[in-house]
Every structure is written in C-alpha cells, then in structure tokens.
C-alpha cells in the first residue's frame, strides 16, 4: 500500500467515523499497514484497527489515534507532538527515540511498551496503567502522571524534572531506577519518594 493509496483509505475511515453512507465510508482496519515514514499531520485514526502498522519515522504531529488498537505497532523516532493515543490498546508497541511532547494518552492500560529514549515532555498520562513498561532514557518533564499504575516499569535514566500528580501515583508490585547497567528496585512508599525526588532541581 503506497502512500497515496493509504490517504484514500484514511478518507474513507473519516467518512465512516462521521456515518457518512455511501461505498467510500469504510473503517480503517488492516495488519501490517507501512505508513512510510508518511506525513499524516492532523489526520484522524481514531478507532481505527491497525495490528502490527509501521509508523517508523512518520511525521503524526496532531493526529487523533483516539480509542484505536495499534498493538505490535511501531513508532521509532515518529514526530507525535500534540497526539491524542487516550483509550487506545497500545500493548507491545514501540516509541523509542520518538516525540510525544503535549501528547494525550490518558486512560490507557498497556503491557510490554516501550519508550526507549523518547520524550513525553509535558504529555498527560492521567489514569493510565504500564505493565512492564521501558521509560529508560525518557524524558517525562513536567508529565502528568496523575492516578497512573506502574507495574515492574523501568525508569532507569529517565527525566522526571516538574512531573505532575506524583503523590496519586500507585506501583503494584516495584520499579527500576538509577543506572540501566546496576538499576535499583524500588516498591512501595520509597517509589513515590523516588518520584518526588526526581521532579525537583537538585
């Protein structure tokens, strides 16, 4: 599917998701989707189905991906500033050395993503859950990490500096912080200590 080809289709699924009839409204749904290392800027993907897409290097500044089921799909060094990935099933994706500045991702419940050097700078993360997720490297300033769970996630290296809604922050089991080559574990009280910590200037 080429680019043009892949435009048509993103037409029609906002022909569907406004229930506009006619042959040309048609959810987006299909595996293994490349988009190309696309310009999809302000584009909607809302609730569209794209198991195992490649969105590698694709410029999604804007773009509303609301409610969609995106697992095994990648995004490495993908430009998502301003995206909204709220209620979307994100499990096993990959955001490494990608931007997620501003982003909404809020009310997300994942397993296995990773978030390898990228950065959530200012990105709301209100009421999410990460089971095992990687933030190593990540650079989370000023994130909203209000009413998230955090569950064996590793934060090794990461940037907390001015994160939000820490003292709401629950972790069901522990975390790894410090450096990735000797991480520490934390459980308990001593992670929101941690998380206090991080989000102030030394």
Known sequence: MNNEQIADRLKSHLNWLNNEDGKNAQRFNEDCVDFL???????????????DAKFDGCDLRDV???????????FRGA??????????NIDGCVFDDASLEQASIKRIAACDVD??????????????MFIRGNF???????????????????FCGSRLMGVRGVDSVKVASSILVG?????????????????MSQSVPE
């Open 136 to 154: 190593t490297g990540a650079n989370l300033d000023e994130t909203n990490l209000a009413g998230c769970t955090f569950d064996k996630c590793n």
């Open 179 to 195: 450096d990735a080559e000797s991480p520490t574990e934390l459980r308990g009280e001593a992670v929101i200590a941690w998380f």
């Open 64 to 74: 509303d991906i609301f409610q969609a089921e995106l697992q095994g799909s990648t």
């Open 37 to 51: 290392h696309g310009d999809w800027r302000n584009q909607s993907m809302s609730c569209a189905i794209l198991f």
């Open 115 to 128: 978030f390898i050097g990228s950065s959530l700078a200012g990105a709301d993360l209100q009421l999410s």
């Open 79 to 88: 430009n998502l500033e301003s995206v909204n990935l709220s209620k979307s």
